[in-house]
């Protein structure tokens, strides 16, 4: 994950530059009369919102950056604690099934389907829904491995001490 990591962070970086460029020509081009207005820059800005969530979701996975409930899980023993992570862990897993496998459906289902104002195919946009869910997997499979082995807290602390910079799961 963590080559995935450095390939992804630089993307969601550039896309998240190239909405804001496209939302500042088009504001201008509405207030200034030379300048070409683009009729398509809110339809790109919300595909790219859409591709950002996206692949964001796997890197926050990655580095623990989701929503936790931690005053539950404390008040919890080991084993108990080590119980719900598994759990955890599957219920992910099963999200992430469904993702992919709706996901691939959306896709084939909508391939003739263009969108509004870029007539781009909507497959190109709904192809971030199966990513997310592999991206997703690559960090929950090794994390359901540690828990079922009982090493999730040690994991646990490392990232909380590294701050996700020096861990591999």
Avoid at 38 to 59: A, D, K, M, P
Wanted: proline letters at 4%; charged letters at 15%; one cysteine or more.
């Amino acid at each position: 994950m963590r080559y995935l990591e450095k390939v992804l962070k630089p993307i969601i970086a550039l896309s998240f530059l190239a909405m804001t460029l496209v939302t500042l020509v088009s504001t201008l081009g509405r207030m200034v009369p030379f300048m070409p207005s683009l009729y398509w820059s809110g339809e790109l800005t919300r595909y790219l919102n859409f591709w950002i969530t996206c692949l964001g979701i796997g890197v926050a996975l990655y580095h623990g950056s989701h929503f936790t409930i931690g005053l539950v899980s404390e008040a919890l023993s080991k084993r108990a604690r080590l119980a719900c992570e598994v759990v955890w862990q599957l219920a992910m897993l099963v999200l992430e099934s469904v993702l992919i496998f709706y996901g691939m459906r959306l896709i084939l289902t909508n391939f003739d389907q263009l969108s509004a104002a870029m007539e781009l195919p909507m497959s190109y946009v709904y192809i971030a829904i199966p990513l997310c869910g592999l991206l997703m997997m690559v960090v929950t499979l090794p994390a359901l491995l540690r828990a079922l082995r009982g090493e999730d807290e040690a994991w646990r602390r490392e990232a909380e001490t590294s701050n996700g910079e020096g861990f591999t799961p």
